[in-house]
């Protein structure tokens, strides 16, 4: 039986409102609190609640920003939010509905009926995020497909174009990956895609670092906010980690094991460019280290000036 307890996050700047919700909930989930938009904000992404209770009227930055604010990252875009408030009209329920949440609540509250509606809310998500994991994540590796690789891909782009830091991505493919499948069975073949990606998980430092399959025996690390000097470190770990691992290859033109090459590019992106541009850098640093021998790292940086 799974106990983990669901996370609930209130925001509000009543203390009335924080104790009595917070009261009548903390026996059923860990309960978090904010008392203003900038604070629910980083909580939101410190903590990833199942459920986020938003009051509209607050200092600063009311209910309706905070909520909009949730849904432009994509680290917060999925959590379900709730609005708690004493504004009734349907002109203000139709606003916060608008913006992406999932329920309206009026105050003075029932107590019961909320509780409900919160329970059958967060089964509502249990169901989607297991539906989401599933249409994002590869069956056989178990990291990011190539459509969740795309999603990610198009958001960092537009963070560092905002930020005007680099971004770096890295295309890494296994060297004679189909004279292995010949020779030992594509059985063997999953198993060898499983450990080369649990090789790359492993090397992941930050929350941000994202790796999915690209494709067949292709894999893609996104590296936001990394020089190509850093990235290229980073990929040589990756390299070294899978040989490390020694899986059998005595078929390989390159050593008795699986090892992989590795095609990394960065840029600081500009607006008059996509992200598809620096995945073609990318894919031609791979072919310059398939060319040259397998088994290593190339590099290219390019400002497309």
Known sequence: MNNIREKILIVDDDPTTVITLGEALKDTYDIFIATNGEEALKR???EMPDLI???IIMPEMDGYEVCRKLKEDIATEKIPVIFITSKNS???ETVGLELGAIDYFSKPFRMAVIKARIKNHLELKRKSDLLASLSLTDGLTGVANRRRFDEVMDYEWKRSQRSKQPLSVMLIDID???LYNDNYGHLAGDECLKAVANAIVSTLRRATDFVAR???EEFAVILPYTTIEKAV??????RKTVEDVKIEHLYSTVMPFITVSIGVASIIPENNIDYIQLIDLADRALYEAKKSGKNRVKYI???FS
Do not use: H, M, S, T
């Open 90 to 92: 349907e002109e203000d």
């Open 233 to 238: 470190i980073f990929a040589e770990k990756i």
């Open 301 to 303: 940086q390019n400002n």
């Open 53 to 55: 209770l938003l009051d």
């Open 176 to 178: 004679n990956f189909k």
């Open 44 to 46: 939101a992404k410190a």
């Open 214 to 216: 690209y494709g067949g």
